[in-house]
C-alpha cells in the first residue's frame, strides 16, 4: 500500500524516533508499504517518519540509480534501528540534496564521504560496518530523520536564509508534487 508522505510542518519530521523490535506491529507490512511507497515516489530512500512513524526505520533503494553507479546494482536494504557511531571528517563532499518530504527544494549540503554506522537488518541481525560514497550520504539523510532533522537543517549562512521562503510555502501547502502527501494544511 502507498503511504501518504508526510512534508515539512509535520510534527513527527521533528522527533526523535524511537527503537522497535521483531514484536513491532505488522513490521513485515510497515517495509513492504515503504518499499511500495518509495517506488511510486521515485526516491532512493525513505524514514519512517516520513510516513508518520516516529520510530528507527529506513529502506534504501540504490538499485535505481545503478546505471550511472555500477556499484549499487541489487543495493536495496532495509535498516532497523540504524545509528551513525562515527564520522570520518578527513574528507567531506559537497552534493545537492532534495527529499520527499520538502519538495521542489535541493541545495548542497557537505556531508563527511566516510560514516560508521550500525544497524539491524530484517531479521534483526547486528551489524556494525564503515560506509563510503554516495551511500555514506544517502545514510546521513535519511538517519536525520530519525533524529528529527531535514537536509535544510545543514545549511548556512545566505544558503540558509534563502531556503527559508521555500519552507514557508512548504508550510502554506504552496507546493506541486506527483506523490501522495499529507501536508500541514
Known amino acids: 500500500m502507498i503511504l501518504p508522505i508526510y512534508t515539512f510542518g509535520q510534527p513527527v519530521l521533528r522527533k526523535q524516533a524511537e527503537e522497535i523490535d521483531a514484536t513491532y506491529p505488522e513490521l513485515p507490512q510497515l517495509i513492504q508499504n515503504m518499499w511500495d511507497t518509495l517506488a511510486a515516489s521515485e526516491g532512493i530512500g525513505l524514514a519512517a517518519p516520513q510516513v508518520g512513524l516516529p520510530v528507527r526505520l529506513v529502506v534504501i533503494d540504490l538499485d535505481v540509480i545503478s546505471e550511472d553507479f555500477p556499484e549499487y546494482k541489487g543495493h536495496r536494504k532495509v535498516y532497523i534501528n540504524p545509528y551513525i557511531e562515527e564520522y ?4 567531506q563532499d ?3 540534496e532534495g527529499c520527499l518530504s520538502l519538495p521542489g527544494i535541493h541545495e548542497p549540503v557537505k556531508r ?3 560514516i560508521r554506522v550500525t544497524y539491524q537488518d530484517e531479521e534483526f541481525n547486528e ?3 564503515w560506509v ?3 551511500l555514506a550520504r544517502v545514510m546521513q539523510h535519511e538517519f536525520d530523520h530519525l533524529d528529527g532533522k531535514v537536509f535544510t537543517d545543514h545549511l548556512v ?3 540558509r536564509q534563502l531556503v527559508k521562503r521555500k519552507l514557508g510555502d512548504l508550510l502554506k501547502g504552496r507546493f506541486s508534487c506527483s506523490y501522495k502527501v499529507k501536508s500541514k494544511r
Open 132 to 134: 563510503e560514497g554516495y
Open 88 to 91: 570520518d571528517t578527513t574528507e
Open 127 to 129: 551489524h556494525d560496518e
Open 94 to 96: 559537497v552534493s545537492e
Open 112 to 114: 563527511p564521504t566516510r
Open 157 to 159: 549562512g545566505l544558503r
